[in-house]
């Protein structure tokens, strides 16, 4: 099973202590700058007035980073569209550290307003003919993702729970470590360059 | 199953590319047409005909029929998404055709277009009809604050003139007479969630947009829409886009009957129609099941129908009252009186004879004047009338015309629950307001039909997939997108209300107030538009927060009111039709861009859009929301008893109106001390439109150019009060003069001795602005230049109350044109950076 197009979401730890339309301005910046390697930024998409909804994205060609807010849960997000060469362990570590960083960017935005879990993040496959949301598609990813989130974190001490079990549902598990993480370790642990097909 | 999802249309367009050996690439539909258009393009020749395209080239030809073997080399595809053949392989031979075999070609024509086997501007019509949409930022530039600069993209090749084909662009899909179930609003959440940003965005057409799509992702999107029963087919493009209707039919109180199923019987009749290939624009219809109510819109609709019945020897017939020429865009149409009857047998063959006048009548060349309107004002409505039904009778019979609405009344939707009691709810006042504004009962006893509240038509992955949950529980899938962008869920027992409305709170989509103040309409404007000038959806979102905060103050007479907003002249926001509209223009305040609104008055949403507004007053951007309290509050203190906004704005007067704004254009403060006022809603940038605008030129700036202009609004504006009182000839001629004072502000930046003698006011604008194309629009070209030169030479002309209103929204926007025009002129030109 090839897992591409992978979700990563890092919550905030406690409440938004910053007015999210700050970000808009934030990310602005980013395009005008393509501060991200390996993606060309385009465009920023503010939907606040959605409830529960995607937040402020930075839009980019090759992957999305946000402000997320989906499931009235805030979070860093980062979106993979294009597809990258590799094996799927390398695409889940380049995912998690494309996140990590940019969790690492918010924090660094809003210092002290904007924190983010050191324990759990989400990571989800949004594609749904690569990886249906099926109990077959849980045997045959788990133990890739678990392999690679044991190279990520550097230790087996976390525990996966599977999204919602709804078929229409992209397929998605929620990662909890017994261990806090270092988000600049992870953000260090994938970043090399960015191949696509 | 998927096969009866689609109804068959008539005059499929394939495309076929005759590989033989050398020269000729051959787009045909089977079918032969009539006008041939020939444009000639680097190392290709292009003829155009009514369903025929044939491309020659210079290069190497392929076979890409599906029936012949495939030569073609697939180019490198590095941003298509990892599962495409996936979904091709899973849809193979299960879609309906002509419908799998179209999508099938047009990833082949993706495929001819990144070989450079496709001439971009052909391309573009093919992506187009195919409801493949340009964005803002598409021909690769984007404003950063200070400066245009060019984006990264990899440059080869393009999907249109100036278009990246790199730049992810919009999607856009129709939802005919916007009838879902609950099946395709999971397909849709699927596809916004994989494919765009997470929102499904609903227009106000009652179709769906996407954004951020990339065109090689555009085939697997279909193949799954398709898979519902949903097309993109001619969603974009000079086609027939997607026929609304009034999204109460068949459950209203006071319709005269069901139109649905005769809107669906005309959206799949005209699909791909060979009589709908040869249009220089779009064409859109509309149906309303009474004349009354707004729901239909078909005042302002290229073509509208409204439900009619007669009685003929003690039998009732139904069948329709048809208008033509109707239409908003920049200078707005009522529409016009086709017949008073026609019956639902010749529904379908009246319209293909007005298809038939207009691709063989209407303009080609000028797009600017290629709407059906155009056409009935010159030729009158008296002849078209005579060409459309002596078009008609030398139709060729096709049986479908009676087959497609034969017995379709009893295709009528049902109810999945018995019909039942609002239950008694006290101290829940959500719900209560809710109830209020979004429940209505049907005609149906015991049944109502539940509007459910979008932000700006925005819907995300989730509560699409709630909404499909719900409409399967309390419905038999009975939902409807509005053009309120909303969605009405219809059939509901009185008995479930409290319970739907509980599941929908429960996905934040429990918001009261549809159809309200709150239920601000707004187009995409600069969020993702190409043609936008200000923040629409920036001012829609900033007035709703600021309505809904004090929802529970507001007086019930304005809660009744209307906001509709449009990010530029072209009234995709239908701002013409509301009490309150508003459109984006741009203007230079103490040297700085500063976005700004025109507030649109004397609209009429009632009546299936009766009356259309007039600009009084543009007014920045961030003092919108000050404009719409100081008018709100000025309807309550002055109405009488129960006067209705639009009867209170004709007895006050346009002018005390503008009086009242009027302050707030005054004393604007420097960009130093306020720069927020600089930049517009939602985006902190300085406000530019930069990214929109090419070329530039030298010039100096003239003080009592803006002197000049304001004299020449306030000219316009007098023009439509005299048009108010009823002084016809009077609102011509201050129009036309309004031409001619922002004809020679112009002029006077170049030339300080310019007489105010016409002719030469005339004479030197056509010389150093209309020869030297300095005032052409990037996108409309000459058409405000011409609409000058038109007015001049019909001076002295007699005016009817229809040319008057013309005439001063020509001017209105000849003199936002000449703003524009100062701004390039005055403008520094080195930060812009123009792609070819």
Known sequence: MELQHLVIKIPVAGALAVDPAKTVDLFHQWVARQTVPGVLLIDVAELLHVPDGPGVIAVGYEADFALDHTGGIWGALYRRKTPLAGTNQERIAQAVASAAQTALRLQEAFPGALNFSRTEFELIVNDRGLAPNSAGTYATALPEIETSLRAVLGHANFKLTRHDRDLRQRFGVTVESAQPFDLAALAGAGSREVVTH | ?836
């Open chain 2, 1 to 836: 199953m998927i096969s009866r999802l689609f109804e068959n249309y008539a005059g499929r367009v394939s495309l076929q590319f005759a590989g033989v050996s050398g020269a000729q690439t051959r787009l045909d539909s089977g079918t032969k047409g009539r006008n041939h258009y020939r444009s000639d393009f680097e190392n290709s020749a292009v003829i155009i005909n009514a369903t025929r395209i044939i491309i020659l080239m210079g290069v190497k030809s392929v076979a890409a029929d599906r029936h012949r073997p495939r030569t073609l080399t697939r180019p490198h595809r590095h941003f298509m998404k990892a599962s495409h053949a996936i979904w091709k392989e899973r849809f193979k031979g299960k879609l309906p055709e002509p419908i799998g075999s179209e999508i099938d070609q047009f990833e082949t024509e993706i495929d001819l277009r990144k070989q450079g086997k496709i001439d971009e501007k052909v391309f573009a019509e093919t992506r187009l009809r195919r409801g493949a949409y340009g964005q803002r930022y598409d021909n690769g530039q984007r404003s950063d604050g200070t400066a245009s600069r060019r984006l990264a993209f990899a440059d080869k090749p393009t999907k249109g003139p100036n278009t990246m084909w790199d730049a992810p662009g919009m999607l856009r899909i129709k939802i005919p007479f916007g009838g879902l179930n609950p099946a395709q609003l999971e397909t849709m959440a699927e596809l916004a969630e994989e494919y765009s940003d997470g929102i499904a965005h609903v227009t106000t057409r009652q179709d769906f947009q996407l954004h951020f799509i990339h065109i090689e992702n555009g085939p697997a999107l279909m193949r799954r829409l398709a898979a519902v029963g949903i097309t993109t087919r001619e969603a974009c493009g000079n086609a027939v886009r997607n026929v609304t209707a009034c999204p109460y039919a068949g459950v209203c109180q006071d319709e005269t009957f069901d139109v649905s199923p005769y809107a669906n019987a005309l959206a799949w009749f005209l699909m791909g129609h060979p009589d709908t290939m040869d249009f220089g624009r779009k064409f859109k219809p509309a149906f309303s099941g009474c004349a009354q109510h707004p729901c239909g819109l078909t005042q302002m609709h290229d073509i509208g129908y409204t439900a009619a019945v007669r009685e003929i020897d003690g039998k009732i017939e139904r069948g329709f009252k048809v208008v033509v020429g109707g239409g908003l865009g920049p200078v707005p149409r009522q529409a016009r009186l086709l017949t008073e009857f026609a019956s639902v047998e010749e529904l379908l063959p009246l319209t293909q004879a007005v298809c038939r006048v207009f691709g063989k009548y209407g303009e080609k060349k000028n797009r600017n004047a290629a709407r059906i309107k155009f056409l009935v004002d010159k030729w009158g409505i008296e002849k078209f009338r005579e060409e459309v039904f002596a078009a008609r009778k030398e139709l060729r019979d096709d049986p479908r015309w009676r087959d497609r609405v034969k017995n379709v009344e009893n295709s009528a939707e049902g109810p999945l629950k018995p019909p039942g009691q609002i239950p008694a709810v006290n101290g829940n006042d959500i719900f209560q307001h809710w109830l209020k504004a979004n429940v209505r009962d049907q005609r149906q006893p015991g049944y109502v039909m539940c509007a459910v509240t979008l932000p700006l038509g925005d819907i995300t992955a989730d509560q699409l997939r709630a909404l499909a949950d719900f409409v399967g529980r309390y419905t038999r899938g009975t939902i409807r997108t509005t053009v309120e962008q909303n969605f009405l869920i219809r059939w509901v027992s009185k008995s479930d209300v409290l319970a739907l409305f509980n599941d929908l709170e429960a996905v934040q989509l429990g918001q009261p107030g549809a159809g309200s103040i709150v239920d601000v309409t707004a187009c995409p404007g600069t969020d993702t538009c190409k043609l936008g000038i200000s923040s629409s959806r920036g001012l829609g979102g900033e007035l709703r927060q600021r309505l809904v905060a004090k929802s529970h103050e507001l007086d019930e007479a304005v809660t009744a009111l209307h906001i509709k907003i449009s990010g530029c002249f072209n009234s995709c926001g239908v701002h013409h039709v509301a009490d309150l509209g508003f459109y984006g223009v741009s203007r230079t305040v103490n040297g700085y861009k500063v976005p700004h609104f025109q507030v649109v008055l004397g609209g009429q949403w009632e009546n299936n859009a009766g009356s259309y507004g007039l600009p009084i007053i543009a007014i920045p951007s961030k003092r919108a929301p000050d404009a719409v309290d100081r008018i709100t509050d000025y309807y309550v203190k002055h109405r009488q008893k129960a006067e209705k906004f639009y009867a209170f704005v004709k007895r006050v007067g346009k002018g005390s109106i503008r009086d009242l704004l009027e302050p707030l254009n005054q004393n604007l403060p420097s960009h130093s001390a306020e720069p927020g006022l600089y930049s517009d809603w939602g985006d902190p940038r300085q406000y530019s439109i930069g990214d929109i605008g090419v070329g530039e030129c030298a010039g100096e700036v003239v003080s009592r150019f803006q002197f000049e202009l304001t004299a020449a609004e306030r000219l316009v504006f007098e023009a439509g009060l005299h048009l108010d009182e009823g002084e016809v000839q009077r609102a011509g001629e201050t129009a036309y003069a309004a031409f001619l004072k922002a004809a020679r502000a112009l002029v006077q930046v170049q030339y300080d001795d310019v007489s105010s003698e016409p002719d030469e006011i005339i004479s030197e604008f056509k010389k150093r602005f209309f020869d030297t194309q300095l005032f052409f629009d990037p996108f409309v070209g000459a058409k405000f230049a011409n609409d000058l030169f038109a007015a001049h030479a019909a001076r002295g002309e007699q005016f009817t109350p229809d040319t008057a209103h013309h005439r001063i929204a020509e001017a209105q926007l000849f003199i936002e044109a000449v703003y524009n025009c100062h701004n390039k002129l005055t403008s520094s030109p080195s930060p812009i950076t123009v792609r070819a």
